[in-house]
């Protein structure tokens, strides 16, 4: 019985760490939205075009992030073969080309809703929200 009633009371924690984790990502998102929003100045009329294209991006970028970081090259052993390395060496340099295609892509689909100033400070806005987040996560 008491060892039922431990199972029950793990995964009631679980869950709560669960729900407490995502309300923290959404949190982190909302926050991030008004950051760069403010310090772009969006007008009414750019943001209802710029955030779907924004999360558009920074989602092409994750995903192109996590098949590299799958890469033997970030993942080595002494396991992987010569061969593997340099099929890896190929395919990173393909994603890294992929990756680059995806920032112009962006960079031209943004300044047709952006000025090249608020472009320019969006790489900046960036920066400070994740130095920003940095120091608040150090502080907790």
Do not use: H
Request: aromatic residues 10%; hydrophobic residues 40%; proline residues 2%.
């Amino acid at each position: 019985m008491r060892r039922k009633i431990r199972n029950i009371c793990v995964s009631f924690i679980f869950i709560l760490c669960f729900f407490e984790v995502n309300a923290q990502q959404s949190n982190v998102e909302l926050a991030k939205i008004a950051f760069i929003s403010q310090r772009l100045k969006l007008t009414s009329e750019q943001t209802p075009l710029f955030w779907p294209l924004y999360n558009e991006y920074n989602d092409k970028k994750a995903a192109i992030k996590l098949q590299i970081k799958k890469l033997s090259l970030e993942n080595f052993n002494e396991k992987v073969t010569d061969s593997e390395i340099l099929n890896d060496i190929k395919k990173l340099y393909i994603l890294k080309q992929k990756e680059l295609e995806i920032e112009k892509e962006f960079s031209e689909k943004c300044l047709k809703i952006l000025t090249p100033k608020q472009f320019a400070e969006l790489y900046q806005a960036e920066r400070d929200f994740k130095i920003m987040l940095i120091k608040k996560l150090g502080e907790n």
